[in-house]
Every structure is written in C-alpha cells, then in structure tokens.
C-alpha cells in the first residue's frame, strides 16, 4: 500500500493558516463557517465537503476540485486499510469467465 495521502485538514493546518497569520477564528468568520467546523477539519476529524471546498477556493484563490481530490483520496486509502480482508476475496470477472 502507498503512503497515505495527506487529510486538507492538515495541510490547512500546517501550511496555509500560520502563511496568512491570521487566526483560526478569524479565518472560520472569513469562509462563513463555524469555528467548531473548522478546528474539526483541521484537527482532522471531519472531511472537507464540496460547500468547504467551494468556500476555501473562493477564499485561497485556488480551485474546489483540488480541496475535493485530496479529501478523496485521502477517504479512498481510508476506506481501502479498513476493507483489506473484504477486498482480498474480490475476484476479477476476467477469471470469472475463464
């Protein structure tokens, strides 16, 4: 299994939040959004949705899809560690048909 993709969270976190220098509560009343939901998202803890997505776009100058990707692969490598005995007995249809 490859690496796990970072959650937007952290990257919030991590790099966009202390290169605005503003603060957390500042930036939840700037994108509209409740403090609560956004210490979730960036502690990680909630995923970013498509109303974050488009906020955070219209507020960082990026796009909607790039917060979206991330969250998505994120929840797919996720998903994929919980399914691992489920997915193990997955056949292919190919060796259905053989």
Known sequence: ???????????????????????????????????????????????????????LSIALGNTPEMWLNMQMKYDIWEKRKTMKPILKRIKRVAELAA
């Open 1 to 55: 299994m490859s690496r796990q993709p970072t959650h937007p969270g952290a990257v919030l976190r991590e790099d966009i939040l202390p290169a605005l220098a503003i603060t957390r509560t500042a930036f939840a009343e700037s994108i509209q959004m409740s403090r609560t939901m956004l210490y979730a998202i960036l502690n990680e803890e909630k995923p970013i949705t498509p109303e974050t997505a488009i906020k």
